[in-house]
């Protein structure tokens, strides 16, 4: 894999935080594995405005291993037209599937973000549905520059050639993920 850097979805920051979410093991798993492999791991403006509408950003996540990037104008250029494949597509799907999801609005923007920054290489996400949801981005000759990583996919089936993580998460690393008392903050059925 290209040393590039990595976007954190939301979903993928309230994984890594709550032990008691569906998919923590995995989140924790490819933390480990960027660490491990010295990938920078970004966290967007949007994502931690969503992060915070029901946690605290600063005193739950290992903040010191990410790096923020803000939400540009010219990250709104790509977010546009990434809304208008995204609703269109939508139609076509639930024609086709009877899968319905609603667009997300800040997952356009998170998208738009990593295919503006050329040295983010994938998307990191817990939402399976996030590739369906987004098929016709994805297909538009627009993105060029990431790839999405779903992290129910183990690391070693994404990155075969690379470093494999530790059966362990290290101590040290492991340390820096604060674990909060399960108090149905992101509770499953409160994850957004």
């Known amino acids: 894999m290209n040393k590039?850097?990595?976007?954190?979805?939301?979903c993928f920051l309230i994984n890594l935080q709550n032990e008691h979410c569906l998919h923590h093991k995995q989140a924790k798993e490819y933390y480990a594995y960027f660490l491990e492999n010295q990938i920078s791991m970004y966290v967007s403006t949007i994502s931690i405005a969503e992060y915070s509408v029901k946690g605290s950003y600063v005193d739950e996540l290992p903040v010191s291993n990410f790096k923020i990037t803000p939400f540009t104008i010219s990250h709104s250029f790509s977010a546009g037209p990434f809304a208008a494949l995204a609703l269109e597509n939508r139609k076509k799907v639930e024609m086709e599937s009877g899968y319905n999801r609603t667009?997300?609005?800040n997952d356009?923007?998170?998208?738009?973000?990593?295919?503006?920054?050329?040295?983010?290489?994938?998307?990191?996400?817990?939402?399976a549905n996030i590739t369906k949801?987004?098929?016709?981005?994805?297909?538009?000759?627009?993105?060029?520059?990431?790839?999405?990583?779903?992290?129910?996919?183990?690391?070693?089936?994404i990155f075969p050639d690379e470093k494999k993580?530790?059966?362990?998460?290290?101590?040290?690393?492991?340390?820096?993920?604060?674990?909060?008392?399960?108090?149905d903050l992101f509770s499953e059925s409160n994850i957004y």
């Open 165 to 183: 993580p530790s059966i362990e998460i290290p101590a040290e690393i492991a340390a820096q993920i604060p674990v909060i008392p399960h108090n």
């Open 4 to 10: 590039g850097s990595v976007l954190l979805d939301t």
């Open 103 to 105: 667009v997300i609005t």
């Open 108 to 127: 356009v923007k998170l998208l738009a973000q990593a295919n503006v920054e050329s040295h983010i290489k994938y998307f990191v996400t817990a939402d």
């Open 133 to 157: 949801t987004f098929e016709a981005i994805f297909q538009s000759e627009q993105i060029a520059n990431f790839k999405i990583i779903n992290i129910n996919i183990p690391t070693s089936q």
